[in-house]
């Protein structure tokens, strides 16, 4: 059976209520008749609004980032039990500006797949290299390193609730994207890497997306690689109409 693509938005630190409503009340129509998982992350703020406003739609809600702790003293932070109750679907986990401006480890994000999966939360992973590392041939043991420590306390069972993100940290926000070949070459290396690591039928099946300055001039040649099962979007995820033409790509 195909893998069913998914295209998920990461609006970042971007859009209050209204304008988020607003977006969603014309992006709606504009994917009535489209057949993928479609999801968008906004802010926190605007979740509940959101939710009210996609009932009756296939569009799921998704959330940015979490807490590995269930509650407690964490000023700032908001739990994955807190999330589910906003009402959402998935949660993006990893992201590199996640890693990179506030110091997050593989260990502290293989600690927040657990708590998202213990509350039924479906978990985007997001990995990948950087520039240097890539200059260096280094992406195939970063991606490696990434995955195996993220995924460490992670069962066969547990993984039909994760994506998994290719995002080339230098294509994010740059306008650089990786060439389709590039991306499905990395795509491939981390399926083969989870058949290692689980086995055939978990490699076979979990989703793998591409991110990385994707937008509706590229999308189409992205999606249209075999190991590509969709997009993670996040500048052009910001206007309804460019991001309902990635979604129909």
């Not at 999801?39 to 509940?48: G, R, S, V």
């Not at 290299?129 to 993220?150: D, P, S, Y």
């Not at 999308?219 to 979604?247: Q, T």
């Amino acid at each position: 059976m195909a893998r069913k693509k998914l295209i998920a938005a990461n609006w970042k630190m971007n859009k209050n209520i209204e304008e988020s409503v607003s977006f969603i009340k014309e992006f709606k129509i504009l994917v009535e008749k489209n057949n993928k998982d479609i999801a968008i992350a906004p802010p926190f703020t605007a979740l509940i609004e959101l939710k009210k406003n996609l009932n009756g739609t296939k569009i799921k809600l998704g959330a940015q980032n979490m807490h590995f702790e269930e509650k407690g003293a964490f000023t700032g932070e908001v739990s994955a039990s807190i999330l589910k109750d906003a009402g959402c679907e998935y949660v993006i986990l990893g992201h590199s500006e996640r890693r990179i401006y506030f110091d997050e480890t593989d260990e502290m994000i293989s600690k927040k797949i657990k708590m998202a999966l213990k509350n039924k939360l479906k978990v985007i992973l997001c990995i990948g290299e950087n520039l240097e590392q890539r200059e260096n041939n280094e992406t195939k043991a970063i991606i490696k390193f990434q995955l195996e420590n993220c995924l460490r306390n992670i069962s066969n069972n547990e993984m039909k609730d994760i994506v998994i993100a290719y995002e080339p940290v230098w294509a994010i926000g740059t306008g650089k994207t990786a060439t389709p070949e590039q991306a499905e070459e990395v795509h491939l290396f981390i399926r083969e890497l989870l058949k290692k690591l689980y086995d055939g039928n978990i490699s076979e099946n979990i989703r793998i997306i591409y991110g990385g300055s994707v937008n509706e001039k590229n999308a189409k040649e992205l999606l249209a690689m075999k190991n590509i099962d969709g997009a993670l979007v996040g500048g052009a995820s910001l206007d309804p109409k460019s991001f309902a033409e990635i979604c129909n790509a």
